[in-house]
């Protein structure tokens, strides 16, 4: 196989057993790799309504067929499990240098079954594959973790791990790698805490087989220009990273705050994009083989690492009201070193603020912090908690909807099938609720980003208090985005980058045949084998809503102002573009047309 | 009539962040543009109260006006 190393690595926790079975070429085919390949393989092995965080959930690492390739930032690689948060299917995505790093090893993925019976971690030095006993990491930060483990390991390997919140079953927990990048969404780290499992350390030093490498270079050579002649990809994020969002998103009205009760964070400058690369941005941290290189490294008095992301920033900022910039970078680094969800705690905090405004927490909880909104001590104060299930942290370490729900008010948690959302107000951006409502991983920007249209006019401008049109771009968008992620590729080259593009790169690096039209039927093929796992979990149609203040509410001040999400008057044709029925149950005819059963 | 205008990312260099700008009557968003020294093509997002605006849109009194080069995230 060419783009493929043509092997899975699997490694049974609870006996001990580790083998090497070959890629199945037809499956490579339909599925691509990363996220659809993983989620095709995962879906076909384990049962749909298993306890994801028993030993009889998978958890797949998996690459793409151009990861470790010389493509523009081909070194991401999926987490793909069954979510303690969401009963859904999980994929969470990372990048940095680990991925491409499992490539070279000679795998294309390693699925974990099972459950050690004390802690371990497993070394992988290309054939060679150990598991190791982990009594001295377990308890450990994530940069401890690292240290240890740099020490012991082969020269120039790459680090993966989960902090103390994976040990400690945090259904927002992250599986964390190359000390700051993250799988964050979706509790992904507690699947690898369940398993007993504390890291995985990767050193490979094979090549990448490509089928065709002189049409490569020249495929590389294009998209590479594409990237950085592009104003996104080539000057707005190299400059700002992500967080340049921050004020846009700010000024359209659209910047939830105070856990979605406003619309409109008064002091966003004070934590924007450019307030972080004008004071606390020390350094540009990219990840493998990426042109754009919008990860940062910032540094204040207290603290210094990778981050803060623009959702970050939006979670521990304006969604809990603050301005504060260092401590947002702070409340970032304790996530890293915890192992925790950025987005998912952040917004978590905002809940138990807005729980605590209306009188749901008591002082006995509080535990010497407050749960103001505002107050960016709380917010530092609360991510520690969390990391280490201390007190009411306890409790809002499985996440905002549980939280609300034991109070008896869960629709105080701004989620989608418990998982919460990111920094962007729905009411105010139509097919960006849409996009909301149905990702099949619960509130998640990153399975159809509309705010590229919406907001950025990327591709083109769309009005974004309209429904027309809204259910075509949401379904191009989620079917376009599950082939990037099933490639390896950063979703970020998509700024400057067509399906005709990733169908010539693919094409390229495996030989196969991949034209536009292909790239899209296959990222249908994916949404709808997610999709099916999920109803077979139990997550049915009911799920593919928004919460009730998004829907009944209207944002009461700023440019979006009345505005409701109107997912009413979008969903019945979502799903018929799907070729789903008017419930959302994909058809038997659209089964037959994508050859799934 | 004064139209606010807010600059942002690197629309910012060598300007303030944000400005009071005199104008004469039926001033266009063109016009806020030339008094700025701003090439139209470096502008990708405009906004006018935070509303989608026009190169050649006319501005009233109080208008806020928001420009910034092209930027994305996520």
């Given at each position: 196989m060419f783009g493929?190393?043509?092997?899975?690595l699997?490694?049974n926790?609870?006996?001990g057993k580790?083998?090497?079975?070959?890629?199945?070429?037809?499956?490579a085919?339909?599925y691509?790799?990363?996220?659809?390949l993983?989620?095709?393989?995962f879906?076909?092995e384990?049962?749909?309504?298993?306890?994801?965080?028993?030993?009889?959930?998978?958890?797949i690492?998996?690459t793409?067929p151009?990861?470790?390739?010389?493509t523009?930032t081909g070194?991401?690689?999926?987490?793909?499990?069954?979510?303690?948060?969401?009963?859904?299917?999980?994929s969470?995505n990372s990048g940095?240098?680990w991925g491409?790093e499992l490539?070279?090893a000679?795998?294309?993925m390693?699925i974990?079954?099972?459950?050690?019976?004390?802690?371990?971690?497993?070394?992988i030095e290309?054939?060679n594959v150990?598991?190791?006993?982990?009594a001295?990491?377990?308890g450990?930060?994530?940069?401890?973790?690292?240290?240890i483990?740099?020490?012991?390991?082969?020269e120039?390997?790459r680090?993966l791990?989960?902090g103390?919140?994976g040990?400690k079953l945090?259904?927002i927990?992250a599986?964390?790698?190359?000390r700051?990048?993250?799988?964050g969404r979706?509790?992904v780290g507690?699947?690898?805490?369940?398993?007993?499992?504390?890291?995985?350390?990767?050193?490979?030093t094979?090549?990448?087989?490509?089928a065709?490498?002189?049409?490569?270079?020249?495929v590389?050579?294009d998209?590479?220009?594409?990237?950085?002649?592009?104003?996104v990809?080539g000057?707005?994020?190299?400059?700002?990273g992500?967080?340049?969002?921050?004020?846009?998103?700010?000024?359209n009205?659209v910047f939830p705050?105070?856990?979605?009760q406003?619309?409109q964070f008064?002091?966003?400058?004070a934590?924007s994009?450019?307030t972080?690369?004008?004071?606390?941005?020390?350094?540009k941290?990219?990840?493998y083989?990426?042109p754009?290189?919008?990860?940062?490294?910032?540094k204040?008095?207290?603290?210094?690492?990778?981050g803060?992301?623009?959702?970050?920033?939006?979670?521990?900022g304006g969604?809990?009201g603050?301005s504060?910039?260092?401590a947002?970078i702070?409340?970032?680094?304790?996530?890293?070193e915890?192992g925790?969800d950025?987005?998912?705690?952040?917004?978590?905090?905002?809940?138990?603020m807005?729980?605590?405004?209306r009188?749901?927490?008591?002082?006995h909880?509080?535990?010497?912090?407050?749960?103001?909104?505002?107050?960016a001590?709380?917010?530092?104060?609360?991510t520690?908690k969390m990391?280490?299930r201390?007190?009411?942290g306890?409790?809002?370490?499985?996440?905002s909807y549980?939280?609300a729900?034991?109070h008896?008010?869960?629709?105080?948690s701004m989620?989608v099938?418990?998982?919460?959302?990111?920094a962007?107000?729905?009411?105010?951006?139509q097919?960006?609720?849409l996009?909301?409502?149905?990702s099949n991983?619960?509130?998640?920007?990153?399975?159809?980003?509309l705010?590229?249209?919406e907001?950025?006019?990327?591709?083109e401008?769309l009005?974004?208090f309209?429904?027309?049109?809204k259910?075509?771009?949401?379904?191009?968008?989620?079917?376009?985005?599950?082939?990037?992620?099933?490639?390896?590729?950063?979703?970020?080259?998509?700024?400057?980058?067509?399906?005709e593009?990733?169908?010539?790169?693919v094409?390229a690096?495996?030989?196969m045949?991949?034209s536009?039209?292909?790239?899209?039927?296959?990222?249908d093929r994916?949404?709808?084998i997610?999709k099916?796992?999920n109803?077979a979990s139990g997550?049915?149609p009911?799920?593919d809503?928004l919460p009730?203040?998004?829907?009944?509410?209207?944002i009461g001040e700023?440019?979006?102002v009345?505005?409701?999400?109107?997912?009413?008057?979008?969903l019945d044709d979502y799903?018929?573009?799907?070729?789903?029925d008017e419930?959302g149950?994909?058809?038997?005819?659209?089964?037959?047309?994508?050859?799934?059963? | 009539?004064d139209?606010k205008v807010?600059?942002?990312a690197?629309?910012r260099?060598g300007?303030?962040k944000e400005?009071?700008?005199?104008l004469?009557?039926?001033?266009?968003?063109?016009?806020?543009l030339?008094?700025?020294e701003?090439?139209?093509?470096?502008?990708?997002i405009?906004?006018?109260?935070?509303?989608?605006g026009?190169?050649?849109?006319?501005?009233?009194e109080?208008?806020v006006?928001s420009?910034?080069?092209?930027?994305?995230?996520?």
């Open positions: 493929y190393q043509g092997n899975i699997r490694i926790l609870s006996t580790v083998g090497v079975e070959k890629l199945d070429e037809k499956l085919k339909d691509v790799g990363g996220r659809g993983a989620t095709k393989i879906a076909d384990v049962d749909a309504l298993v306890d994801a965080l028993s030993p009889a959930n998978k958890l690492m998996a793409g151009l990861s470790g390739t010389p523009p070194g991401r690689y999926m987490v793909v499990t069954k979510s303690p948060l969401t009963d859904t299917i999980a969470s940095g240098y491409a490539k070279f000679g795998y294309d390693i974990v079954e099972g459950k050690a019976n004390k802690p371990v971690y497993i070394q290309d054939d150990e598991i190791k006993d982990a001295h990491l377990w450990k930060l994530v940069s401890e973790t690292t240290d483990l740099e020490k012991d390991a082969p120039k390997a680090i791990t989960i103390p919140a040990e945090s259904r927990a599986i964390m790698n190359d700051f990048r993250a799988a979706s509790g507690a699947v690898m805490g369940s398993k007993n499992l504390k890291a995985i350390v990767v050193r490979g094979k090549k990448v087989p490509i065709d490498p002189e049409k490569l270079k020249e590389v050579k998209c590479t220009k594409k990237i950085r002649e592009n104003g990809t000057e707005g994020l190299p400059t700002y992500t967080a340049v969002l921050v004020n846009i998103i700010n000024e009205g705050t105070n856990n979605f406003l619309s008064a002091e966003a400058d934590i994009g450019e972080l690369a004008e004071k606390y941005l020390t350094k941290d990219p990840c083989r990426c754009i290189g919008c990860g940062r490294y910032c204040t008095d207290k603290v210094e690492g990778g803060p992301e623009y959702e970050t920033i939006w979670a521990f969604d809990c603050v504060d910039m260092p947002v702070e409340a970032n680094f304790w996530c890293n915890y925790l950025t987005i998912s705690t952040g917004t978590t905090i905002a809940a138990a807005e729980l605590r405004q009188g749901f927490i008591k002082d909880e509080m535990d010497g912090l407050s749960l103001e909104f505002g107050d001590e709380a917010v530092v104060g609360w520690k990391g280490m201390e007190g009411l306890d409790k809002m370490a499985d996440g549980r939280l729900e034991s008896g008010i869960p629709e105080l989620s099938k418990k998982q919460e959302m990111p962007y107000d729905p009411r105010g951006i097919g960006q609720g996009s909301y409502a149905t991983r619960g509130g998640c920007h990153v399975r159809g980003y705010i590229s249209p907001i950025l006019g990327l591709p401008k009005d974004r309209t429904l027309k049109g259910p075509e771009w949401t379904k191009i968008f989620q079917d376009l985005t599950a082939f990037i992620d099933s490639t390896g590729l950063c979703l970020f080259t998509s700024f400057a980058m067509g399906a593009d990733y169908g010539n790169m094409q690096a495996t030989g045949e991949w536009a039209e292909e790239v899209l039927k296959a990222g994916i949404w709808n997610e099916l796992f109803l997550v049915g009911d799920q809503t009730p203040r998004l829907l009944k509410e209207p700023g440019p979006s009345g505005e409701v999400t109107r997912l009413d008057g979008m799903y018929s573009l799907r070729g789903w419930n149950i994909p058809t038997q005819a659209k089964k037959d047309e994508l050859g799934i059963e | 009539m139209i807010r600059l942002f690197t629309l260099e300007r303030s400005l009071m700008l005199q004469e009557e039926t001033p266009s968003v063109e016009k806020v030339t008094e700025l701003i090439d139209e093509r470096d502008v990708a405009l906004l006018i109260n935070g509303r989608d026009a190169i050649d849109q006319i501005l009233t109080g208008d006006v420009l910034f080069p092209p930027v994305g995230g996520g």
